[in-house]
Nanobody, 118 residues
């Protein structure tokens, strides 16, 4: 099992970034897939989710600014982030629901850093 989040970087406030989540040995279209983020000194928080049926849900802090989507052919889940704010600065991770477990330990894969400058 491997999860790979990518697409982060340094962006100015008000800008946009699109994150991608690719996976091996996981088929996203049959699972609920989620984006989380973790800012320095803070707990990891759920940002957005998309079900196997395509229903989406967002944290209040990102509603209207972030969009989660899925490309079944590419087995990739995206997070389009618009109107970025400095408080969106965090490492972003993707995962499924339930969280992927490897040998009894939660597996998060490699996240991607998003830094929003004011």
């Amino acid at each position: 099992v491997q999860l790979q989040a990518s697409g982060g970087g340094l962006v100015q406030a008000g800008g946009s970034v699109r994150l991608s989540c690719a996976a091996s040995r996981i088929i996203f279209r049959i699972r609920t897939t989620e984006w989380y983020r973790q800012a320095p000194g803070k707990q990891r928080e759920l940002v957005a989710s998309i079900t196997s049926g395509g229903d989406t849900n967002y944290a209040d802090s990102v509603k209207g600014r972030f969009t989660i989507s899925r490309d079944n052919a590419e087995n990739t889940v995206y997070l389009q982030m618009n109107s970025l704010k400095p408080e969106d600065t965090a490492v972003y991770y993707c995962n499924t629901r339930p969280i992927i477990s490897v040998n009894g330990v939660d597996y998060w894969g490699q996240g991607t850093q998003v830094t929003v400058s004011s």
